[in-house]
T-cell receptor, first 113, second 114 residues
């Protein structure tokens, strides 16, 4: 089955700096890669996703890149703000009906003033 | 914006008791999921459900677990005889028909087994 690895497990950046979180996956049939942000005690919230037919996607301060050959994808947050502090999870999924998400182990991002 | 809802928000139960966790998916969604998250760990897939039957289940989803869509709006997860290690946050999610892969998560039910 799919295995998703995520690094780093914790990341501390100063406000205004960039943050990069990296994930690798094992199943070459995976073709959907979402990123979720989870604040303490809250539900995972989708912040950006990418499908395997594109290599990069951007939404304001957030971007995701995908390298299908190397089976890795990354989340980039620019101009970080204190409200970006949360746990970020990457995930991977195949297409098809009711396809499960396989999550990475999470990255705790701390943005300091 | 429509959201997935879950009840209760917190459930405390004794070991060996049965619990039912309830979810109301987004109304036009057809695919339903349960995930769990043990405190401080990653989110883990339990089961997916479509067209009134299980599409896929993980090795965690053993005979103690069952799912049901008893009516047109609710989606339930039953744990028949709870164990201490079932203590976790349980998230329901749903996704719409077609080729949209996005899964929308509910706020979760924190299950504490004592």
């Amino acid at each position: 089955g799919e295995n998703v690895e995520q690094h780093p497990s914790t990341l501390s950046v100063q406000e205004g700096d960039s943050a990069v979180i990296k994930c690798t996956y094992s199943d070459s049939a995976s073709n959907y890669f979402p990123w979720y942000k989870q604040e303490l005690g809250k539900r995972p919230q989708l912040i950006i996703d990418i499908r395997s037919n594109v290599g990069e996607k951007k939404d304001q301060r957030i971007a995701v890149t995908l390298n299908k050959t190397a089976k890795h994808f990354s989340l980039h947050i620019t101009e970080t703000q204190p409200e970006d502090s949360a746990v970020y999870f990457c995930a991977a999924s195949r297409s098809g009906t009711a396809s499960k998400l396989t999550f990475g182990t999470g990255t705790r991002l701390q943005v300091t003033l | 914006e429509p959201e997935v809802t879950q009840t209760p928000s917190h459930q405390v139960t004794q070991m060996g008791q049965e619990v039912i966790l309830r979810c109301v998916p987004i109304s036009n969604h057809l695919y339903f999921y349960w995930y769990r998250q043990i405190l401080g760990q990653k989110v883990e897939f339990l089961v997916s459900f479509y067209n009134n039957e299980i599409s896929e289940k993980s090795e965690i989803f053993d005979d103690q677990f069952s799912v049901e869509r008893p009516d047109g709006s609710n989606f339930t997860l039953k744990i028949r005889s709870t164990k201490l290690e079932d203590s976790a946050m349980y998230f329901c999610a749903s996704s719409e028909p077609g080729f949209s892969y996005e899964q929308y998560f509910g706020p979760g039910t924190r299950l504490t087994v004592t």
